[in-house]
């Protein structure tokens, strides 16, 4: 079946500018995940999501970020008057069940911020 | 709060060679779930690996086995006849059980990360 989608897969966005990133999870999966790779670094919680109830968003780094699933499916994070710490490749994840506890990662989206 | 160390960054093998990846973490659970995952340069993360903690059992997936050692809080990788196609980043990444049973998934806690390529 269809893995965990992101789209845009790349996005450039001046500074100042709002950006919008969406992330398609299996169907079905419960848990959705977001995380922020800068560049060389492993990747960094944001927050998560167990069917549409935002569950823990203490890894968001300040007010101008803001992520919401509110069918329980598709999640968007939104970047509010984008900085340059902002560059960075933020992947979904999404995750089955409470047995496993496998996350199930998307390709991520590249954002760059001039 | 949890932290997961590794102290490669970078590691080179010949095919067909063994190579280790070392990882130690921090954390003061009990009961807990340690994971190698592999991103290759097209970036998708995959699950290589994964351990839970209250198993004395180390895991194993084919070519792809740990040592894990809950004492010494240490949990690598060892990859047996190497291959081309596994060449690319190694995270090794922590996650706590859930509170209650009927949580799924919790946040997973990264490492640095090691770059490992695998030389024809």
């Known amino acids: 079946g269809a893995g965990v989608s992101q789209s845009p897969r790349y996005k450039v966005a001046k500074r100042g500018q709002d950006v919008a990133l969406r992330c398609d999870p299996i169907s079905g999966h419960v848990s959705l995940f977001w995380y922020q790779q800068a560049l060389g670094q492993g990747p960094e919680f944001l927050t998560y999501f167990q069917n549409e109830a935002q569950l823990d968003k203490s890894g968001l780094p300040s007010d101008r970020f803001f992520a919401e699933r509110p069918e329980g499916s598709v999640s968007t994070l939104k970047i509010q008057r984008t900085q340059q710490e902002d560059s960075a490749v933020y992947l979904c994840?999404?995750?089955?069940?409470?047995?496993?506890?496998?996350?199930?990662f998307g390709p991520g989206t590249r954002l760059t911020v001039t | 709060a949890q932290t997961v160390t590794q102290s490669q960054p970078e590691m080179s093998v010949q095919e067909a060679e063994t190579v280790t990846l070392s990882c130690t973490y921090d954390t003061s659970e009990s009961n807990y779930y340690l994971f190698w995952y592999k991103q290759p340069p097209s970036r998708q993360m995959i699950l290589v690996i994964r351990q839970e903690a209250y198993k004395q059992q180390n895991a194993t997936e084919n070519r792809f086995s740990v040592n894990f050692q809950k004492a010494a809080k240490s949990f690598s990788l060892k990859i047996s006849d190497s291959q081309l196609g596994d060449t690319a980043m190694y995270f090794c990444a922590f996650m706590k059980p859930p509170r209650q049973l009927i949580q799924g998934a919790q946040k997973l806690v990264f490492g640095q990360g090691t770059r490992l390529t695998i030389n024809p």
């Open positions: 994840a999404s995750s089955p069940d409470r047995d496993t506890y496998e996350q199930y």
